[in-house]
């Protein structure tokens, strides 16, 4: 009996060690490839002056809404504006999302 429950645990540690190192590989493997990707097939991104001025456009737009009430955070709502403006340029600019 205690030498089946030793076969049990080496096989169970076997199978266990064997599909960590299986995991890690697989993973640097995909890491590697996105990188040989990016490096081959670089992502377009915008110019830092299209950048500036959606941020400007955005910070005039939040800037100008009337707020009767004191404690409003602007800055959560900028920043959303900001993204779904970069977005709508990347779509434009790229025709697809990022």
Request: aromatic letters at 16%; proline letters at 3%.
């Amino acid at each position: 009996m205690e030498i089946l429950l030793g076969y049990y645990t080496f096989v169970f540690c076997f199978f266990l060690i064997g599909t960590l190192i299986l995991f890690a590989l697989e993973k640097i493997l995909v890491i590697c490839f996105e990188q040989l990707k990016e490096l081959l097939y670089p992502t377009p991104t915008l110019t830092e002056e299209q950048a500036n001025e959606i941020r400007k456009e955005a910070a005039d737009f939040v800037h100008s809404k009337h707020r009767p009430w004191m404690y409003d955070d602007t800055f959560a709502e900028y920043l959303g504006l900001v993204h779904e403006m970069s977005k709508q340029r990347w779509n434009e600019l790229y025709g697809r999302d990022l």
